[in-house]
């Protein structure tokens, strides 16, 4: 645990982690905070048009307190009440498929949702998985270490023996020819 490499090592892959999870995490809140964003943007229109439509309910309303008043009237305006009923009809059932609409699209952030959380345990399983890898790694590096440690040792001790061979074979070459 003194060898500089170690450390060095130790700490590459504790910054990698480190990084990686910042990473991950700073992904994961982008993705919520965008549809977090569209959702609001979303029931913001929707709350536009309930206020139009209760605009239209409160105008059909003060029409309707007008014809208590006079009977006369109401036998005539009977006609365009029904007409105006028919497109508010018309428009409570565009509302009812768009909240249908709304909700489906709701149902889909949901599973969605679920999906990135699966996704996001499948990372930390994987994560896991890279850990047990790197600590094998770590263990594999230390004996490739200690037997590169006792390949230098043998290295040199054949270099001490090659160069004892060198001056015998000079020595030799120096008796049996003489210069």
């Given at each position: 645990m003194t060898e500089p490499?170690?450390?060095t090592i130790i700490g590459v892959l504790a910054a990698s982690t480190v990084g990686l999870a910042?990473?991950?995490t700073q992904t994961l809140q982008r993705s919520v905070a965008g549809l977090r964003d569209e959702m609001v943007g979303r029931?913001?229109?929707?709350?536009?048009?309930?206020?139009?439509?209760e605009g239209r309910f409160d105008r059909l309303e003060h029409k309707v307190d007008g014809l208590e008043g006079d009977m006369r009237v109401v036998s005539e305006k009977v006609d365009g009440l029904e007409r105006d009923m028919r497109v508010?009809?018309?428009k409570v059932d565009g509302l009812d498929r768009d909240m249908r609409v709304l909700s489906g699209k709701v149902d889909g952030l949901e599973r969605d949702m679920r999906a990135m959380s699966?996704?996001?345990?499948g990372l930390d399983r994987d994560m896991r998985v890279v850990s047990e890898k790197v600590d094998g790694l770590d263990r594999d590096m230390r004996v490739v270490s200690g037997k590169v440690d006792g390949l230098d040792r043998d290295m040199r001790v054949l270099s001490g023996k090659v160069d004892g061979l060198d001056r015998?074979?000079?020595?030799?070459s120096e008796q049996i020819l003489p210069e």
């Open positions: 490499q170690i450390w910042a990473f991950m029931f913001t229109a929707l709350d536009g048009r309930v206020e139009r439509l508010v009809s018309g699966e996704k996001v345990d015998d074979v000079r020595a030799i």
